[in-house]
């Protein structure tokens, strides 16, 4: 498999498990509350297979690209003041054009087909291709308007109270942190994370390799002085003047040596220079100590993510993120690796899917809570024209961000490759 091919299909991969994960905690938080969920597909909205379970329709999609949830209440002007007159008269025509109800109600087309995506949202109707509208309950039950529309609204997204609606908006912010947290965490306690334990490298036709150290030795002591981290011979070798012959003691596979080092000049100051590297050894973690760790990463990642709206940091933040892009060129890395470096980079980005979505901007999980939260206050729907509006906005702000990055992504990867 080519490095470009390789990248689409481990990018694929990566971007529909995080996004079906993410996807995942809406549709459990949604059935823990009682709430009716239209579709759970892989995939991009378009053709599908798919089957219909408990009044769920689940499935794949021809782009099997990421995934969705479509919970019952939450598309199309569902708060529009015709929706419950316009839903009793479709019902008692069962069928009807978008053009003709459009007419009958003295408004335009598009005005009325926010309606009809409420009410399809409902399932209280269907639209076929040719515009047409078919009703999903029978002609009686236009008799009595307000109890159709109740009917019809029932087990929906709409009558749960604001916290509950807070609550499936944030299952999936909450699903991709804590896989990432335990991902991370199982990681580091099962196969441990790089340290420096003391042991060294010489560095290619240096004193330390010229004096015949191998790799992996432990240096104790230096003229009799012992040390035993990195930083400790470091600071012992700064101690002496470039061309001083001194003492080595160091352990390597359980036995002793000693050896004598003529100092050179370091090639890029003028310091003593011995020619060694730390040799990094991986170290698995405590529970406790992997799961400290893991937390890291996500005040590490809350703190990249700030770096966006940051002037000062906007820069050093592109560089440290990637779009869509770049994921694909880092998972086929990964992938390429090994399974623990690509379930390490499943989990960071899980955990910056998941933060990000936090942000107050819609159509983000955070801004579509915020908005949540005006209503609360308000105690009635914002107008569809001013939700709308904010929503306009809010894709602009980051699409504007996505952009940047998949141009930076492709600067950095594909022309700079």
């Known amino acids: 498999m080519s490095v470009g091919l390789s990248a689409v299909f481990w990018g694929v991969i990566t971007l529909s498990v995080l996004v079906l994960l993410h996807e995942g905690g809406h549709f459990l938080a949604a059935r823990a509350f009682g709430i009716r969920v239209r579709e759970f597909m892989v995939g991009l909205p378009g053709p599908k297979i798919s089957w219909n379970r408990k009044g769920t329709l689940y499935g794949v999609t021809a782009i099997p690209l990421g995934g969705y949830v479509k919970v019952v209440g939450m598309e199309g002007d569902q708060h529009n003041p015709l929706i419950e007159p316009v839903l009793a008269y479709i019902t008692a025509k069962q069928t009807i054009s978008l053009d003709d109800l459009a007419t ?149 596979e359980g036995h002793a040596h000693e050896v004598t080092v003529q100092l050179a000049r370091h090639p890029d100051s003028e310091t003593p220079f011995l020619g060694v590297s730390p040799h ?92 949540e939260i005006i209503e609360k206050i308000r105690k009635k729907p914002l107008p569809m024209s001013v939700s709308l509006g904010i929503s306009a906005i809010g894709f602009l702000l980051l699409f504007t961000l996505m952009g940047y990055l998949i141009f930076h992504d492709i600067s950095r990867f594909i022309i700079g490759s």
């Open 280 to 371: 990094f050894v991986n170290v698995p973690l405590s529970v406790g100590e992997a799961l400290k760790m893991s937390f890291s990463f996500l005040w590490l990642t809350v703190g990249g993510i700030i770096g966006f709206f940051t002037p000062g940091n906007f820069s050093e933040s592109i560089n440290n993120s990637a779009s869509v892009v770049g994921i694909a060129v880092y998972a086929a890395e990964a992938a390429r690796a090994g399974a623990i470096e690509y379930a390490g980079l499943i989990a960071a980005i899980s955990l910056s899917l998941g933060l990000m979505n936090l942000l107050p901007i819609p159509p983000l999980d955070g801004g579509k809570i915020v908005l």
């Open 104 to 252: 009958r109600f003295n408004t335009d087309a598009n005005h009325m087909y926010t309606i009809i995506v409420a009410l399809k949202d409902l399932q209280a109707v269907t639209l076929d291709k040719e515009g047409i509208i078919h009703a999903s309950f029978p002609q009686d039950d236009a008799e009595d308007p307000d109890r159709l529309f109740e009917t019809a609204r029932a087990d929906s997204y709409l009558t749960i109270p604001t916290w509950k609606r807070i609550a499936i908006l944030l299952a999936g912010i909450i699903f991709n942190i804590v896989a990432a947290l335990i991902v991370f965490t199982i990681v580091l306690a099962g196969w441990g994370t790089l340290q420096d334990v003391g042991l060294i490298d010489p560095v290619a036709d240096s004193p330390a390799a010229q004096a015949g150290i191998p790799e992996g030795a432990r240096i104790t002591n230096i003229e009799g002085v012992g040390v035993s981290s990195f930083d400790e011979l470091t600071t012992q070798i700064q101690t002496y003047q470039i061309g001083d012959s001194i003492s080595l003691n160091y352990e390597f």
